[in-house]
C-alpha cells in the first residue's frame, strides 16, 4: 500500500462513485466507478496513497458520504463543491462521470475548489425539517385556492366575512347552496384543510423541541418581529453566521443583494440575484413586511425614507430585508456565536 499523497474527486451517484485519483504532479492514478460504498471508495484510495484532500460535488447525499468517510475511514475531512462553480470551470458542453471527478480531483490538488459549508447532521435534519413544514403550508395554500375556485365557478360570495375566518367558515357550511357533488368535493377539501393545520401544528411543536436548548434560536426569539418558524428557518438554512466573512456575504447567500448590469459609463440595477435558498429569501421578504408595518422606529423609518425618495414598495421592502440580515450577521457574530454541536434537548 503506498503511502504517497494524492488528491480525490467524487462525482456522487445514487448506486455508484465515479472515483478520481492523482498525485501532486497531477498524473491520474486511477479514474473508475465503483458501488456507492464508502469502504469501497477508501479501500480504492489508500490502494493508491494516503488521501490529502478529497472533493465531493454537493447534492442529495454527498453530505452523508462524505461524513461517512471522515467519522468511520479515518479519511481527511471532505470539502463539498459548489456544482455550479464547478460547471463553469469546466468550460466545456460535455459532461461525464469520468472528467467531472478528474475535474474535482485537480481543483482539490492546486486548492482551487469552489466549496460549500458542511453542515453538521443535527442542522442538515432541521433543514429537512423546516422545509416539510414549508411543502405542508403550500399544499395547505394550494387547497384553499381550490375551496375559492369552486366557489367562483358557483359565484357564491360571502359579503360578512373575510374568507377562512370562523363566520365565513359557518356561512360556508349552513349557506352556501352547492350542488350535491359540488357540496362532496367542498367537504373534502375543508377536511384536508384541517389535517394540514393539525401536521403543520406537529411539526411546529417538532421544531420547537429541536431547539429548545440552542442559544441562537433564543437570541433570535428575542427579537421584534421573529416567530419560531422565522428563528429556526434562519438557524435550519444559515447554520453558523461565523462562516461568512461580511453581512454582503451573508445577504447573497439570501438571495437579497441587488444585481448589477453595469457596462461602461452606465449603472444599472436589474433586481435581486437569482441565487440563494428561494424559501429562505421568501421568510425574510415577510419578516421585513412585518417590521416596516409594525416598527415605528429604525426599519419603518428606514423604509418612509425610502418611499419618500420614490422607491417602489416591492423595492423597499427588499432593501430592508437586506440591511436586516447584514446587521443580523454583525450581532451575532459579536454577542452570539453559534454552538458547533447540537443543542441540549431537555
Not at 239 to 263: A, V, Y
Amino acid at each position: 500500500m503506498s503511502r504517497l499523497p494524492v488528491f480525490v474527486g467524487l462525482d456522487y451517484h445514487q448506486k455508484s462513485i465515479q472515483v478520481c485519483i492523482v498525485n501532486q504532479e497531477g498524473k491520474q492514478l486511477a479514474n473508475r466507478s465503483v458501488a456507492n460504498d464508502a469502504m469501497k471508495i477508501d479501500q480504492l484510495i489508500k490502494r493508491h496513497g494516503k488521501a490529502r484532500r478529497i472533493a465531493i460535488e454537493a447534492c442529495c447525499g454527498s453530505a452523508n458520504l462524505a461524513e461517512e468517510l471522515v467519522s468511520q475511514w479515518n479519511l481527511p475531512p471532505v470539502d463539498l463543491a459548489h456544482p455550479g462553480y464547478c460547471k463553469r470551470l469546466k468550460g466545456s458542453p460535455d459532461k461525464t462521470d469520468f472528467s467531472d471527478a478528474q475535474l474535482l480531483a485537480d481543483l482539490t490538488r492546486v486548492n482551487y475548489l469552489p466549496k460549500v459549508w458542511l453542515a453538521p447532521q443535527w442542522i442538515r435534519e432541521l433543514r429537512r425539517l423546516v422545509r416539510f413544514r414549508a411543502q405542508l403550508v403550500a399544499r395547505r395554500k394550494d387547497t384553499k385556492l381550490r375551496v375559492q375556485g369552486l366557489l367562483r365557478e358557483n359565484r357564491l360570495r360571502c359579503t360578512h366575512a373575510k374568507p377562512w375566518t370562523k363566520a365565513w367558515l359557518r356561512w360556508l357550511g349552513d349557506d352556501a347552496s352547492l350542488g350535491d357533488s359540488d357540496r362532496w368535493i367542498m367537504e373534502q377539501h375543508l377536511a384536508e384543510v384541517q389535517s394540514l393545520q393539525q401536521r403543520i401544528r406537529i411539526v411546529e411543536k417538532m421544531l420547537a423541541e429541536r431547539t429548545e436548548g440552542d442559544p441562537l434560536v433564543a437570541r433570535l426569539l428575542k427579537m421584534f418581529g421573529i416567530g419560531l418558524v422565522t428563528a429556526v428557518t434562519l438557524r435550519a438554512e444559515i447554520g453558523r453566521f461565523d462562516r461568512f466573512k461580511n453581512g454582503k456575504q451573508i445577504s447573497r447567500f439570501c438571495g437579497l443583494s441587488p444585481r448589477n448590469t453595469s457596462s461602461g459609463s452606465r449603472q444599472a440595477d436589474s433586481g435581486m440575484i437569482k441565487a440563494g435558498n428561494s424559501q429562505l429569501r421568501c421568510t425574510l421578504i415577510e419578516l421585513a413586511q412585518r417590521l416596516i408595518s409594525r416598527d415605528p422606529g429604525k426599519w419603518g423609518h428606514i423604509a418612509a425614507k425610502l418611499l419618500l425618495n420614490g422607491k417602489r414598495k416591492n423595492v423597499v421592502v427588499a432593501a430592508v430585508a437586506n440591511r436586516w440580515v447584514r446587521n443580523l450577521f454583525h450581532e451575532m457574530k459579536k454577542v452570539l456565536p453559534p454552538p458547533v454541536s447540537a443543542p441540549a434537548r431537555q
